[in-house]
C-alpha cells in the first residue's frame, strides 16, 4: 500500500514570503498525485493535480507543484503568498489506472501574516 | 447536484447512541469515499464503493462501523454504539470511476461530537 508524508506540520510565513510545502510518498510504479486546499470553515478543494507529462503542473490561484519520480516527491510552491493563502494543504497519491483508493498525507498548517 | 451534500452538517450525541451520516455525491459519481479527519490526524481512509462492486471495507475501525450505498447513488454511514473516541469531521468524496478519475470532490463533512 502506498504512503504519503508531509514534513512540515506547522508553516508561519509573512506575505509576499515564498512557499515551498514538502510531499514525498512511497509507491514503486505510476501513481497519480494531488494537492488540496481546506481554508477554515470550508470543504477541501484541489489545487492542482499530476496524471502524466510535464512534471511542472501549475495550478489554481498561482500555486504549482513539481513530479520528481527519483525522489518521489510532488512538493508544492508559490513564490509569493499571500494572507488568504492562509490554509490546511494535503497531499494525496493514488496508484494510476483501475480504482485505487487515494492516500492523504496529514496534511500542513499555513498561516500567513498580514 | 452540483456538488456532494453531507448531513448533518454537525451532529452532538450521547456515548452509547447510534448516529447515522448521510452523502449525496455528485450525479453520474461511480465512485464514492468516506473518510474521518481528525485534528492533527490528517485524512482517515474509512470505505469505498465503486459502482456495484463490493465496497472496500478495509478503513472501517471496528464493527462498529457500517456503510451502505444504495442505488449507486447515496450513502450512509453508520456508527453504532458510538464512543467519545468517534468524535471528528466524517467527508465523503465522490468521483468518476476507475480509469476515468480526475479528482475528488469532497462534502462540508458532518462533525461529530460524542459526549
Known amino acids: 500500500a502506498q504512503s504519503v508524508s508531509q514534513h512540515n506540520h506547522h508553516v508561519i510565513l509573512s506575505e509576499a514570503a515564498s512557499l515551498e510545502l514538502g510531499c514525498n510518498y512511497s509507491y514503486g510504479g505510476t501513481v497519480n498525485l494531488f494537492w488540496y486546499v481546506q481554508y477554515p470553515g470550508q470543504h477541501l478543494q484541489l489545487l492542482l493535480k499530476?496524471?502524466?507529462?510535464?512534471?511542472l503542473v501549475k495550478g489554481i490561484k498561482g500555486f504549482e507543484a513539481e513530479f520528481i519520480k527519483s525522489k518521489f516527491s510532488f512538493n508544492l510552491r508559490k513564490p509569493s503568498v499571500q494572507w488568504s493563502d492562509t490554509a490546511e494543504y494535503f497531499c494525496?497519491?493514488?496508484?494510476?489506472?483501475?480504482?485505487?483508493?487515494?492516500?492523504f498525507g496529514r496534511g500542513t498548517s499555513l498561516i500567513v501574516h498580514p | 447536484g452540483a456538488g456532494v451534500s453531507q448531513s448533518p452538517s454537525n451532529k452532538v450525541t450521547e456515548k452509547g447512541k447510534d448516529v447515522e451520516l448521510r452523502c449525496d455525491p455528485i450525479?453520474?459519481?461511480?465512485?464514492l469515499y468516506w473518510y474521518r479527519q481528525s485534528l492533527g490526524q490528517g485524512l482517515e481512509f474509512l470505505i469505498y464503493?465503486?459502482?456495484?462492486?463490493?465496497?472496500?471495507k478495509s478503513g472501517l475501525p471496528s464493527d462498529r462501523f457500517s456503510a451502505e450505498r444504495t442505488g449507486g447513488s447515496v450513502s450512509t454511514l453508520t456508527i453504532q454504539r458510538t464512543q467519545q473516541e468517534d468524535s471528528a469531521v466524517y467527508l465523503c468524496a465522490s468521483s468518476l470511476g476507475g480509469d476515468r478519475v480526475a479528482g475528488y470532490t469532497f462534502g462540508s463533512g458532518t462533525r461529530l461530537t460524542v459526549v
Open positions: 499530476y496524471f502524466s507529462g510535464d512534471p
Open positions: 494525496a497519491v493514488k496508484p494510476a489506472g483501475g480504482s485505487y483508493i487515494p492516500t
Open positions: 450525479s453520474g459519481h461511480t465512485a
Open positions: 464503493f465503486q459502482g456495484n462492486s463490493a465496497p472496500d
